[in-house]
């Protein structure tokens, strides 16, 4: 597959978000996603789509 086919359907990652946290967290919670063979990023990612998806009202999502 082309990577021009792999892009369609997907947005851009154009920002990011910078967050503080306890070093022993962090380490804990970038091990455990190894562990579970998926990314920090791709969690936080998920977390945040859930996150806004349960908090904005359904006309809101249709949009």
Do not use: Y
Not at 32 to 56: M, N, P, Y
Request: overall charge positive.
């Amino acid at each position: 597959m082309s990577a021009e086919k792999k892009k369609i359907g997907k947005k851009k990652k154009d920002s990011q978000l910078i967050i503080r946290i306890n070093t022993e967290e962090r380490d804990r919670f970038v091990s455990l996603c190894d562990e579970l063979d998926t990314s920090a990023a791709r969690e936080i990612r998920r977390f945040i789509k859930t996150f806004v998806a349960g908090h904005t009202p359904e006309k809101q999502q249709e949009n």
